[in-house]
């Protein structure tokens, strides 16, 4: 794949869905969790609720406070997907320093996984919208039905 005026990150998960569509793309531990079609339509799902009803715009940042799990991936593609640039975050950091991380990076929205859910809500950042668990009913309503192109990007935006 060359890289484009047009080009995204995101592209590279969308060529391996149409290449190989029934493929293990994530496995949590020996139990493979997705094809790449599947994640792939995960994705563009996440992108569209996080674009469309979350409200985010390009370059908007998305901070992921998490473990080490499948949601991590697609929430990390969705935000490319959707133009906006994640942030990942250690997830043994102090309190202090993820307060200093989501206040600085300008997160609007944080994803967690259940053990630094409180961490996360404890936090004062202004610009943070909601802190979402990544295990939870509310995540999976965010991965809906309506899917969303790649947004187009170019080189100098931030990922």
């Not at 969790?33 to 799902?45: E, F, I, T, W």
């Not at 906006?84 to 200093?100: S, T």
């Not at 809500?121 to 039905?145: C, I, N, Q, T, W």
């Amino acid at each position: 794949m060359t890289w484009t005026e047009s080009s995204n990150v995101a592209q590279l998960l969308l060529r391996s869905a149409r290449r190989h569509p029934r493929r293990p793309a994530l496995a949590l531990g020996p139990r493979v969790v997705a094809d790449y079609a599947g994640l792939a339509r995960r994705v563009a799902s996440l992108a569209w609720t996080l674009r469309h009803r979350v409200g985010l715009t390009g370059g908007d940042r998305v901070a992921l406070f998490m473990a080490n799990c499948p949601q991590y991936v697609e929430i990390m593609c969705a935000c490319w997907h959707a133009g906006l640039a994640a942030v990942p975050v250690n997830a043994k950091l102090h309190p202090k320093e993820l307060e200093y991380i989501l206040q600085n990076s300008g997160a609007r929205l944080c994803f967690v996984t259940p053990a630094y859910d409180t961490g996360a809500r404890s936090v004062a950042a202004p610009a943070l919208l909601d802190v979402v668990d990544a295990r939870s009913a509310a995540y999976e309503r965010l991965v809906g039905d309506e899917a969303m192109e790649i947004a187009p990007r170019v080189p100098e935006d931030v990922a």
